[in-house]
């Protein structure tokens, strides 16, 4: 990633990037005609512009170098979508998805948590890449080279394989039908309500519910990351690190180190100051003020014996209500306003979107809603200037959003997809548990839809993940609907499974379109290794369970080594809905969740009523929801990391925004390589020599 001197006017090369030929200033101005409505905002012809941003704003910065990422790659021609998906990817792919499967599995039965495996997979994707054309360089013979695209399809494939230990469930829902857990409890003990975990029955469940929701994305990804800019902060600090090692060696950035800090810090780099303030505000609205208040009314709103968090019954179901109706509400009003910005460009009956050289997406479907082409967050963290001239970060974002929208999925495919997927599950999953019936599965399908959006919606916010949050609630839904006596429970469970099959997948689409936006990879190669990661992993995880459940005599019992921590919550949330629905929740626990839904919507509209510059201000409430699910503690990290950040920025501006991400990504991939190298310490039962606790005086 080379850089350009500000104090230097030398004429900068044109990096050579497919379907990006240059225009002329005639042809440029006829195709940004609609641009904002005016010509007075029409953008200079993108690489006519390269030399002129490289030598403006020497009093804003001090005539310092600042970064320009797609420079460094002049020399490197974007392979076409079907050359970035390799063999040599692929076989890597599906060796580092299951020893990545291995250990997350492990690692859930035990403990019940998951890691994400995206920050250090394509870290050693590359390695291993690497390593094997070093060894052909050696026997005298050249390989193709390793792209940068090439090793986001790699990424893109480990993780769609390793995502289904979370999605498929082997951890919690499934396990939660087994008669195992079911024993546990005189509620919901009975043969209709039990289903023992079968390899194959997992295998067709997985393969029927796991892939609608990659489709059901692909119609909002322009949406989502050019119109929304959605951030995605692991997705960014990929993109970051895949450009990086992937630099030429005279690069100024292509040095990069790891150190091991908290992921939280970093992302509260990345975050905008507004992401970070909302869950601030957030964690002191819950946590400062309305739970110690829910907290003060226990044996008064609900039994004062039930206190546990993952209890529904108890102060948990105010907990599980309150965050999941702010993220609902503020995802709905976001929805609403998607449909109605379309339908308004519809019936204008004309071209209304930016139009961008080479760009067979706008050309072929002129109706889309319009591209802000300033694309996703350049130098400044809450896009207060966004013109495309002002920093040489937007010339990169041109760049990209050019090659973003170049890639063409049609709807048609989308929509098919998603149908075919839909009827499929609606034949198979009645055939699989015989309680349920069709269309409580075209209803779970209609409830997925817009909890997908949502999920991906937080997902690029914060980077959290409510997945289990959403699949609980659709517990509470079908397993009322159904009732315990007709098999309410495995109703339930199902149901959580359906949810958490669909929108998982269809946030890790998302996360990867948006590290393929930064590295130039193509949408429609990562959609492809994302359907084949996601089959391989519909194979290896039930077949990895079955050899944990297999080999450890008491699995999944409380004593055992593998106790599935989570699967017996799950059947808890499953009897409370099957037996009392959303009536089981505590007292005026669903007043607070619609008030709270509807403020969410209200705070929406307020923000857009205000003027820009002081809308800014107003917290975004998908944000605050998330310390109700995650906890206040997050806030601390994320304020820390937005204060480095904003301290950097008033020392030197040039200077953070150049090398800030970099840091940020740094913290994030040192905390991934940690939890790595955790990881393969319990793989292997590694005993530390020295354990220390902390607790209060008086206790031992």
Known sequence: METI??????????????????????????????YNGTRDNIPSPQYERLAKDGSRGNDAI????????????????????????TLRSLIVSVGLGTFFSILSIKESLSTGVVSSVNIYAPVVGYSFIKGWLMILETSGIVGQPFTRQENAMIQSCVVAITGITVSGGLGNYIFAMSS??????????????????????????????????????????????????????????????????????????ASFYFEFYTVHVGVGMLCPYSTTFSLLVGSILSWGILFPFLRSKRGIWYDSVVDARFDYRGFGGYRFTLGLA????????HILKYIVANLICKSRNKGTTAVISGSTDNHHHPHHLPVNISGPRCSDPDHESNDIDSTNCCTDTMIRTQNFLNEFIPTKVAIVGVVALVAVSAISLPIIFPPVKWYYVLCMYAVASPVAFSRAHVAGL???????????????????????????????????????????PASQLMSEL??????????????????????????????????????????????????????????????????????????????????????????????????????????????????????????????????????????????????????????????????????ILTLVNFQPPACASFLPAGQS
């Open 5 to 34: 001197d500000t104090n230097s006017s030398t004429q900068a090369k044109v990096p050579r990037h497919r379907s990006m030929q240059s225009t002329t200033s005639e042809e440029h101005e006829q195709q940004y005609s609609d």
């Open 62 to 85: 001090g005539g310092s170098s600042m970064p320009m990422v797609e420079i460094g790659f002049n020399d490197k021609e974007v392979p076409t979508w079907t050359n970035q998906i």
């Open 180 to 253: 195992i857990i079911a024993s546990r409890y005189p509620e919901g003990n009975d043969p209709q309500n039990i289903k023992d975990p079968g390899t194959a029955w997992i295998i067709a469940f997985l393969f029927v519910t796991s892939f609608s929701g990659f489709f059901f994305m692909i119609p909002l990804r322009r949406y989502m990351i050019l119109n929304l800019k959605l951030l995605y902060p692991s997705a960014d600090s990929v993109g970051n690190l895949l450009n990086t090692i992937h630099s030429p060696l005279n690069s100024k950035f």
């Open 326 to 333: 702010i993220i609902l509400g503020d995802s709905t009003f």
């Open 462 to 504: 914060t980077d959290m993940n409510p997945t289990a949050s959403f699949g609980r609630l659709a517990m509470f839904i079908f397993g009322a609907w159904a009732g315990v006596s007709h098999g309410g429970v495995l109703v339930a469970l199902v149901a959580c499974g359906v949810l958490m099959s669909f929108i998982s």
């Open 514 to 679: 948006k590290t393929g936006y930064l590295t130039l990879a193509s949408s429609r190669s990562i959609l492809v290794t994302k359907v084949f990661g996601n089959m391989i992993g519909c194979i290896v995880t039930p077949l990895i369970f079955k050899y944990y459940q297999s080999h450890y005599s008491g699995f999944g019992g409380p004593r055992s080594t593998f106790s599935v921590f989570m699967a017996p919550y799950f059947r808890e949330g499953a009897i409370t809905g099957g037996l009392e629905g959303l009536k089981g929740l505590p007292m005026y626990a669903v007043h607070f969740g619609v008030a709270f839904f509807i403020a969410a919507i209200v705070i929406n509209i307020i923000k857009e009523l205000l003027p820009e510059k002081v809308a800014k201000y107003v917290p975004i409430p998908i944000a605050m929801g998330v310390p109700f699910h995650i906890g206040g503690y997050i806030s601390i990290s994320f304020c820390i990391g937005s204060l480095i950040a904003f301290l950097w920025r008033k020392k030197n501006k040039a200077k953070a925004d150049a090398y800030s991400p970099m840091v940020a990504t740094a913290l994030i991939c040192g905390d991934g390589f940690w939890i790595l190298l955790d990881s």
